[in-house]
């Protein structure tokens, strides 16, 4: 297994948006993030991703791109770009730049003109279909509710978008295509950045004859998964996109690729494969999800969540590299939904990073995770900004009748606001976001959950990443060892070893305000044990083998056969 600089990487997340806002619009911006890449070293993370920061009229956020080779004004421009990428390398710091590729903005030149006529050089850049029996070409319903489908009156066809109207979907299919996107990777990649994170990449080649899909709805619209995720020349497509862009630079690459099983994984990312160096996986994302989907909202159970980690785990193991993550822009805030926001906000999140972190993968960190910050519950629909919620408040309350308290629950517990919400530097006005008025609303618990308190406080969620951080960098064990699981069944404590010849860590964990007794399984003799980290104090005297766990507790040892 080489030793690429992105196994032993930690990578921190920046939704510029929400990071940090210079000029007082109200929006986070590149100058905004500059002034806190002093914070980001200190926090001990190696490699910055920022979501989104090319031209864009952000209906979806910045991920409908109007123009790939220019900055968004409201974030800055180009200059502001290069002095952020010069200052980041100056650090140390690395820039994994987010790629949008599988879809545009309606506003791009290229849809701008494909839509104009049905004789336009760029008509075949897009999938066009004619309707059928005075409906859409197929039944696939689209990511942010509704039909996959919009209907354009100047050609008299409907095009396709996976996502919202505003993001028409691009045809893979086309060599051109392939190569406009293959240019555009290269004027970055010639810039200095150092890789990227592909949003959706495994969505990229559609089934030909784009077939209906299974099991419609009472309005006839069904779920077309099975005919555009994992299509069937996407490997094809990712091998040569590698071949003549990626494989000339030394560079990270993540994809962003729903509804893969460890053995697509291994498609995707394996070592030997030249696609991607890993993937995002959203198995354990789904495990609070009813039959309904996303936002059918049901308990999630630990014995869930470590039967996904380890199976990942383990079937990547010597074959493919993981990512590790339990929250980012597209998720709810991790310690509202796996540990506990109110009594026990410190050490759940100390615990839930543990957890994580010390797996074998790329570890990454969701802007405002390393402080604790929560999910939000806004009052009114009109506090939300996001399209997804605002398509699912249209099409379940205004044209459905449901609930409203009910629908606002779930957008609560499981919205992408939650994560998009302004990041709390400290209790002053708006958390010191911005002199102006914030694009979102804060959380109003900002002037308790912030980073100056954080800093200042040497218990805080803070600092105890920073120790997360510095144990991977200090010991390679935790970045090679193989993962073993340990107590499978039990309900409350996640558990597991890595291993490396005469060296294993393990790591205890207890999810919930119990406090369940551990008791390690008997087996492997270790002369040396010594706690390493620790949410809670232990004392010297305190057993290895068996202790009772406190609400939230976690515990890491290092245990040496002397050969």
């Given amino acids: 297994m080489a030793q690429d600089w992105w196994k032993s990487a930690v990578v921190y997340q920046i939704y510029p948006r929400s990071f940090m806002d210079s000029n007082g619009d109200g929006i986070g911006d590149l100058q905004g993030i500059l002034g806190k890449l002093d914070y980001l070293q200190d926090l001990g993370v190696d490699v910055l991703w920022l979501s989104p920061i090319y031209d864009s009229p952000n209906d979806d956020n910045g991920y409908d ?6 900055i968004m004004s409201e974030f800055g421009t180009m200059e502001d770009f290069e002095q952020l990428l010069l200052q980041m390398h100056r650090r140390g710091l690395k820039l994994v730049m987010d790629l949008v590729v599988n879809h545009t903005s309606d506003e791009h030149p290229w849809f701008v003109e494909s839509r104009s006529s049905i004789d336009s050089p760029y008509r075949n850049y897009y999938l066009w279909r004619k309707g059928k029996q005075g409906r859409e070409p197929n039944n696939w319903l689209s990511y942010f509710s509704g039909p996959a489908w919009e209907y354009d009156s100047t050609t008299q066809e409907y095009y396709l ?10 045809n893979w299919d086309n060599p051109t295509v392939r190569q406009q996107v293959y240019d555009l990777m290269k004027f970055w990649l010639d810039k200095g950045i150092d890789g990227f994170r592909m949003d959706v990449i495994n969505h990229i080649s559609k089934v030909p004859g784009l077939p209906d899909g299974s099991h419609p709805n009472e309005r006839g619209y ?3 998964g099975e005919f555009f995720a994992n299509g069937p020349r996407v490997h094809e497509y990712l091998q040569e996109m590698n071949h003549q862009v990626l494989s000339r630079y030394d560079v990270m690459t993540v994809g962003e690729t729903g509804g893969v099983s460890p053995s697509d994984a291994r498609l995707y990312a394996g070592f030997n494969r030249q696609e991607l160096n890993m993937v995002f996986q959203f198995e354990h994302m789904n495990i609070d999800a009813g039959p309904g989907g996303k936002w059918d909202l049901k308990p999630w159970k630990l014995t869930d969540l470590k039967q996904v980690l380890s199976r990942w785990q383990q079937e990547l193991h010597g074959t493919a590299w993981n990512s590790l993550y339990f929250g980012n822009h597209d998720q709810p805030r991790s310690v509202s939904r796996f540990g506990d926001d109110g009594l026990y906000r410190v050490e759940s999140a100390k615990m839930l990073a543990t957890c994580l972190m010390l797996q074998q993968g790329t570890p990454y960190i969701y802007q405002g995770e ?3 910050m929560t999910n939000v519950d806004f009052p009114s629909i009109k506090d939300y900004r ?23 629950h779930a957008i609560h517990v499981k919205g992408r606001d939650n994560a998009r919400t302004p ?12 002199v102006g008025e914030p694009w979102i609303k804060l959380n109003p618990n900002y002037p308790q959950v912030n980073v100056a308190q954080a800093v200042a406080d040497e218990n805080s969620v803070y600092h105890y990443y920073k120790r997360l951080i510095r144990l991977r960098k200090q010991h390679p064990v935790l970045v090679d060892a193989r993962y073993d699981l340990i107590l499978p069944n039990h ?6 070893t890595r ?23 008997s087996g492997d003799f270790y002369q040396t044990t010594e706690l390493v980290l620790s949410n809670y104090p232990v004392l010297d005297s305190a057993e290895v083998d068996r202790f009772n766990l406190r609400p939230y507790e976690c515990r890491v040892y290092r245990r040496v056969q002397h050969v």
């Fill in 423 to 434: 990041m709390q530097w400290s209790a002053d006005a708006h958390a010191a976001f911005t």
């Fill in 65 to 70: 791109i109007r123009d790939y080779k220019k």
């Fill in 386 to 408: 996001d399209v997804e919620i605002m398509n699912l408040w249209q099409e379940q309350v205004e044209q459905g009748g449901a609930d409203p308290a009910k629908v606002l």
């Fill in 499 to 521: 291993t490396m010849e005469t060296e294993q860590w393990l790591v205890v964990c207890n999810f919930f305000a119990g406090q369940p007794e551990f008791v390690l399984p």
């Fill in 161 to 170: 978008h996976l996502f919202s109207r505003k993001q028409p979907d691009l």
């Fill in 491 to 496: 309900q409350e404590i996640y558990a597991y």
């Fill in 370 to 372: 390393e402080i604790g």
């Fill in 222 to 224: 069904a779920w077309g």
